[in-house]
């Protein structure tokens, strides 16, 4: 499974902006699609994420605010991301867990940088 994460970039507190991940490769073995990030200095924390059967998690810091959804022909999931805040500026990491001969394997994006600031 590759994945590839698009958009992100400089927003205003309070502005918005859409993340995007594309899957391609084994799409049908996965299991589940989640959105990381890792702030600078600190540890690499789940945001979102979206099961196969379609129900979502979220971080408490992030409910209410951003939404993570999946358009299926196009194997891609999205994180609408609101109300955006300083402390949302990390690097969002795309994450797949699949299915391969009974084994469970952790697929990763490159990351895209999110900069919340005036």
């Known amino acids: 499974v590759h994945l590839a994460e698009s958009g992100g970039g400089l927003v205003q507190p309070g502005g918005s902006t859409k993340l995007s991940c594309a899957a391609a490769?084994?799409?049908?073995?996965?299991?589940?699609t989640s959105w990381y990030r890792q702030a600078p200095g600190k540890e690499r924390e789940l945001v979102a994420r979206?099961?196969?059967?379609?129900?979502?998690d979220y971080d408490d810091s992030v409910k209410g605010r951003f939404t993570i959804s999946r358009d299926d022909a196009e194997n891609t999931v999205y994180l609408q991301m609101n109300s955006l805040k300083p402390e949302d500026t990390a690097v969002y990491y795309c994450?797949?867990?699949?299915?391969?001969?009974?084994?469970?394997?952790?697929?990763w994006g490159r990351g895209t940088q999110v900069t919340v600031s005036a």
């Open positions: 994450n797949a867990i699949a299915t391969l001969q009974n084994h469970e394997y952790d697929y």
């Open positions: 490769g084994r799409t049908f073995s996965i299991l589940a």
């Open positions: 979206i099961h196969r059967g379609g129900s979502t």
